[in-house]
């Protein structure tokens, strides 16, 4: 089973930056894609942004030019850099991995990230 750890969150005022890192228990070229997710309280866990085994990025619109995810595969990890961080950011963050095998997809436990106005 992937053992996914994530690290970083916290909380912070609007308009500052966090970075969320999370690293697998396996080489993360194993995966298509692996991702960053949020679910605020009461809400829908929703798609924050991917990166794709070729290095392609997407966004959900309302972090478009304020987030930013990368990787490092040397490190076999997937970050997450949040700037201009809104209220609305606020809920606990999850990476996941996508794999062609869907009993290789797995959730990380989760961190928590707060804005405050």
């Known amino acids: 089973q992937v053992q996914l750890v994530e690290t970083g969150g916290g909380s912070v005022q609007a308009g500052g930056s966090l970075g969320l890192s999370c690293t697998a228990s396996?080489?993360?070229?194993?995966?298509?894609?692996m991702g960053w997710y949020r679910q605020a309280p009461g809400k829908q866990r929703e798609l924050v942004a991917t990166i794709s085994r070729a290095g392609f990025t997407n966004y959900t619109d309302s972090v478009k030019g304020r987030f930013t995810i990368s990787r490092d595969t040397a490190k076999n990890m997937v970050d997450l850099h949040m700037t201009s961080l809104r209220p609305e950011d606020t809920a606990t963050y999850y990476c996941k991995t996508n794999a062609v095998n869907s009993v290789y997809n797995s959730w990380g436990p989760g961190t928590q990230v707060t804005v405050s106005s």
């Open positions: 396996v080489n993360i070229f194993f995966f298509t894609a």
